[in-house]
Structure formats: structure tokens, C-alpha cells
């Protein structure tokens, strides 16, 4: 369900990878840190305000949240290195309550 939703909200040369059991990598080669903040904030905001039913037994699931780490790539980074400052990013914002985005400007 969240990966079905994510991929609703990517486009053209973007794409959506599951890293790990409830974590996804949204690549966004054409869009900037601003523009990438605002996706994350719109898919955010879509989930929170679902109210998600199991399918097969109608039960609801509750508020699902998601929370966001945004890292833009530089020149001289390597693959871990723009994961490692998404993934501390990420962290902030499971530190500071949950459901939000942070860029990884908020972490320095």
C-alpha cells in the first residue's frame, strides 16, 4: 500500500526502491532538494489524512505516518555517503516526533 502510493506520486525518470523492511529510496534525478521536500511533504500529508481499512476484513489500520530523510547529491559523494546523510536526516525526524520530512540541512 505505502509503495503503491509512493510510485503514484513519482514521475518520468524517478524511482521508488524498498531499503529494508519499512524503508524506501525515492530517486528524483530531475527535481531539487526544494522540489523533493515538497513531494515528500504532499505524500505525507496524503497518508496521514487516509483512513486505511484492512482490505479483506474492513478492520481499520489506524493513522499510518511516514516520516522523511531528504539528502541531494553532491559532486564528490559516493553511494553511502548520500544515503548515510538521508538516513541521519531520516533520524531527525523520527527524533523529533514522526511524521515529517527533514532535509539534510536540518542536521548539520
Known sequence: MVSTTLKDYVRG???VIRYGGEEFIIILP???LD???ILGEKIRSF???MSWKEKQKGISMGKITLSFG???LRKEDTHESL???ADDALFRSKQNG???VTLQ???M
Do not use: L, P, V, W
Open 13 to 15: 525518470r524517478d524511482h
Open 30 to 32: 530531475e527535481t531539487s
Open 35 to 37: 522540489g523533493a521536500n
Open 47 to 49: 497518508m496521514e489524512s
Open 70 to 72: 531528504i539528502s541531494e
Open 83 to 85: 544515503i548515510k546523510r
Open 98 to 100: 514522526r511524521n515529517r
Open 105 to 107: 540541512s536540518q542536521c
